[in-house]
């Protein structure tokens, strides 16, 4: 089945420390985003990501950081800066980021993220 | 600055009372108007998306109309199954990303 897969559904952290969140995709798509859900709000951009080794911000990237070194794969890390780390996250792919297309998000399943 | 308002926040309908759910937007340039379904605890399921105004689309109970200015998800005849939120989102023709509402609150009882 093809679709997008993240790890774990629960994380727990303590102060301080750093944590890793899992997103893969086997739909062959190009472009991956990485959102975070708070309860009243919508989602918020953290980082995204057009191809391969690159990556850009998003509205709030603050205390986050991601790698791309495999097209299937886009693990985001939650840093020890990041002052109010507990929420939803949500990961998601794209077929690209071409202008001239509209280009459909499809979502993983979550991780929830729970500072101790 | 791309912004999208839902409303209402939250709505409660009896199964079989059909009703709709708003989206307004400003975007400079409109690249596509999306909407999802989510469940709690769960990711967003892609419903659809809308390229212009006058544009329609249907799926079972659900139809998702366009205008310049909003968008409305008018929902037909509904079941309790259909309880979830739904969220609208945009993209402009000079962003790279999606702008999301805060999502409507569906709950429909027996």
């Known amino acids: 089945d093809g679709g997008i897969t993240q790890s774990p559904k629960y994380l727990f952290r303590k102060e301080g420390q750093n944590v890793t969140l899992s997103c893969e995709q086997n739909?062959?798509?190009?472009?991956m985003y990485w959102y975070r859900q708070d309860p009243g709000q919508g989602l918020r951009l953290i980082y995204y990501?057009?191809?391969?080794?690159?990556?850009q911000k998003g509205d709030i990237a603050e205390g986050y950081s991601v790698s791309r070194e495999k097209k299937e794969s886009f693990p985001l890390t939650v840093t020890s800066a990041q002052k109010n780390p507990t929420a939803f996250y949500l990961c998601?792919?794209?077929?690209?980021?071409?202008?001239?297309?509209?280009?459909?998000?499809?979502f993983g399943p979550g991780t929830r993220l729970t500072v101790l | 600055e791309d912004q999208v308002t839902q409303s209402p926040e939250a709505l409660r309908l009896q199964e079989g009372e059909s009703s709709s759910l708003n989206c307004s937007y400003t975007v400079s340039g409109l690249r596509g108007l999306f909407w999802y379904r989510q469940d709690p605890g769960k990711g967003p399921e892609f419903l659809f998306t809308l390229y212009s105004a006058g544009e329609e689309k249907e799926k079972e109970r659900l139809k998702a109309t366009l205008t310049k200015k909003e968008s409305f998800l008018h929902i037909t005849a509904p079941k309790p199954e259909d309880s979830a939120t739904y969220l609208c989102?945009?993209?402009?023709?000079?962003?790279?990303?999606?702008?999301f509402g805060a999502g409507t609150i569906l709950r429909v009882k027996s």
């Open positions: 998601a792919s794209s077929s690209g980021l071409n202008r001239g297309s509209y280009n459909e998000q499809f």
């Open positions: 739909l062959n798509h190009d472009a």
């Open positions: 990501s057009q191809i391969v080794n690159d990556f």
């Open positions: 989102a945009v993209r402009s023709e000079y962003g790279n990303k999606l702008v």
